[in-house]
């Protein structure tokens, strides 16, 4: 079974920044699909970071050039650089884990991420 656990959410002011993480039990990150998705109140969940075992990125158009994910295979960890932080930004993120070899679907608890005006 794997555990994912994310921190490093918090409040902040618009245009700053926040880093958050996502570390997964096991050594299995070079295995996996890992994303981020977010969800805000009354909206459904959605993409907004993916990266896969070779470091292939892809981003949501709304938070393009202001995010970036990346993976640290020795620490079991990955995390989401957000820059640029926006009022519209705000809602629960998610880590998820994806094994392709058997279809596995992991998901950690979410980390509130607020941006203030």
């Known amino acids: 079974q794997v555990q994912l656990v994310e921190s490093g959410g918090g409040l902040v002011q618009a245009g700053g920044f926040l880093k958050l993480s996502c570390a997964a039990s096991g050594s299995i990150l070079s295995m996996a699909l890992m994303g981020w998705y977010r969800q805000a109140p009354g909206k459904q969940r959605d993409l907004v970071a993916r990266i896969t075992s070779g470091g292939r990125t892809m981003y949501a158009d709304s938070v393009k050039d202001r995010f970036t994910i990346s993976i640290d295979n020795a620490k079991n960890t990955v995390y989401l650089q957000m820059s640029s932080l926006k009022p519209e930004d705000t809602a629960v993120y998610y880590c998820?884990?994806?094994?392709?070899?058997?279809?596995?679907?992991?998901w950690g608890q979410g980390t509130q991420v607020t941006v203030s005006s």
């Open positions: 998820n884990l994806f094994l392709p070899s058997s279809r596995d679907d992991y």
